[in-house]
């Protein structure tokens, strides 16, 4: 089930990301942002929507409470921004640095990562609707007591990741790879997997395959 696109009018008014800085209720609507910046900036429940966003950083920014909807970013940084609780609908991140990105208790609805690198980050009680990462480095990522529904990793490195006490019935994971990954038994039961990653989980369990 794929999500549903961004709904982005055709003529966006220019700005820039500081124009969020100076607003008691800072709000942008119908906008494009293009070459900026709020590296370490804090902005406290700020709204965004219809817009596009691209080659623009957010490097350690604090955003909490962020809501996004209807939104293309694209060649953006996020790198080690706090994005804790934020709310997004209708948003993809094309070509994205989301490096150690701390996204705990956000909600995840109609969402695509495309070849983003998402390594370190922190998906904490964060619930997941009809989200794809598509060529994804998402390694050494931590998805904690997560709800993941229509959730797809698509052709993704999902090495070291950790699903601890995040049910993955219905999740996609058979395109992608790992050597290593944090996952009971319990919470793969219903994974989508290759037949490769079932020999994988088997001898992560310590079963010794042997055929004759």
């Not at 966006?12 to 800085?21: G, K, R, S």
């Not at 695509?112 to 598509?134: G, M, P, Q, R, Y």
């Not at 931590?142 to 219905?170: H, Q, R, V, W």
Request: overall charge negative; glycine content about 4%; hydrophobic content about 40%.
């Amino acid at each position: 089930m794929k999500p549903n696109q961004p709904k982005i009018p055709d003529r966006l008014t220019p700005v820039q990301l500081h124009d969020l800085l100076h607003e008691e209720d800072p709000f942008l609507q119908n906008a494009s942002i293009i070459d900026s910046r709020i590296d370490g900036q804090t902005i406290e429940r700020a709204q965004l929507t219809n817009m596009l966003i691209k080659n623009s950083s957010f490097q350690g920014a604090i955003l909490p409470d962020l809501f996004a909807t209807d939104i293309r970013f694209e060649n953006c940084d996020f790198s080690n921004a706090d994005l804790t609780g934020i709310s997004i609908h209708r948003v993809s991140f094309h070509n994205c640095k989301m490096l150690g990105v701390n996204f705990t208790n956000a909600r995840f609805t109609d969402v695509v990562f495309e070849e983003c690198i998402c390594n370190l980050s922190a998906f904490v009680h964060t619930k997941f609707d009809k989200v794809w990462f598509d060529q994804c480095q998402v390694k050494d990522a931590d998805f904690f007591e997560c709800k993941l529904k229509n959730t797809y990793f698509m052709k993704c490195n999902l090495d070291a990741i950790s699903f601890d006490e995040t049910p993955l019935k219905g999740v996609e994971i058979n395109t992608s790879q790992f050597e290593s990954m944090t996952v009971s038994m319990k919470e793969l039961d219903g994974c989508i997997v290759s037949s490769l990653q079932a020999i994988q989980f088997a001898s992560m369990l310590g079963l010794d395959i042997q055929d004759k």
